[in-house]
């Protein structure tokens, strides 16, 4: 059987901009690697995100790598937790915790900043250590995890209401009234309190940008069928972020760590693409992940997500087409979800991908790769376990 390999550029479809002429990052960018495999391959429009399901990287994620998120998505606390291979009992509470600016933790207060002007791990770390310290004998245990992006395990939380509030994720209220949260937060109020004494330690603190945590994406333990039992193939994923780690994991498959790999647009590149072919030898079927247009995206920055894509495409394209021209192997390249520049966050526009077989390469595939050619084939994917679906059987 065939080999499989996803790669996956986080956010990297869009909307039309006029600053591009009225052309989107994609259509912009100079690609020619992937408007190369495009006219020998299946292209298409893939629905990641079920309708009704809020479009993140954790649920689009997921269904990328086969699973149904109706049936298997808990929140992306869970997810992350996953990645890190916590212990939790099946009734903790998992939050995703940001560590965020917020002009004020009032009800006038604004989301400044959901990364905290991209913290760095190292600056982090000591901030984590002192919320653990102000949790310590209560309902919740900060856990640290990589730059802003952290958790919050609340014992046996999921029981509680604390399990049915809707905080809206930091990414998406850049800007906006943080009020609708607030107000939420203060409904369980020990989460309340303990956001608060948060606040007065991280406000206090020069180190850093930050100036609250921001608990969000809570859910129970996530709990996924293994991918080999499910698709028949020992499987690897390769990402910097966690969600992208812990669904691997969760899903039984190797999760590959390359040094220097931090999600931005200076990560390491040719050690993920070294990561995937040296997996690929024994393995079957690697998802490489690579996280920075996503983040262009949020920042709002047109050119330089444009230039995230054109990266993507000589330093992660590029390669491992070359790398596998003579082997047997199904690429599928294609993005979680749309992160327009113009919105600065995640929409449920269905993905542009293709799906290129080296043994089988197609004469009837689009000249270019872009969010209107794939559009303008028939091929409509309505859930987004199908592309790995038929990835594999392309591949038979
Ligand atoms: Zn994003």
Redesign the pocket.
Known sequence: MSKVLFLVA??MAGWPLDILDGKTTLAAAHTPNMDALAPASLCGRCQTVPNGMPPG?DVANMALLGYDPNRHHTGRGPIEAAAQGLRLDSDDLVWRMNLVTVSDLTPGGVMRDYSSGHITTQIAAPLLTRLAEIARGGLFTPVPGIQYRHLLVQKNGATTAAAHLTIRPP?DILDQSIEQDLRAFATFPELDAFIRQAHAFLAAETSSAATSIWPWGQGRPLNLPEFTQQRGLRGAVVSAVDLVKGLGRAAGMDVLEVDGANGLIDTNYEGKVQAALDFLRHGDSVYVHVEAP??C??MGKAVLKRQSIELFDQRIVAPIVTALRDTDTTIVITCDHF?PVVRRT?TEDPVPFLVYQTRAPRTDGPAVFTEDTAASTDLFLPRGEDLMTLALESGR
């Open positions: 986080d956010g990287s990414h996503d983040e995206g949020h992160t995640h």
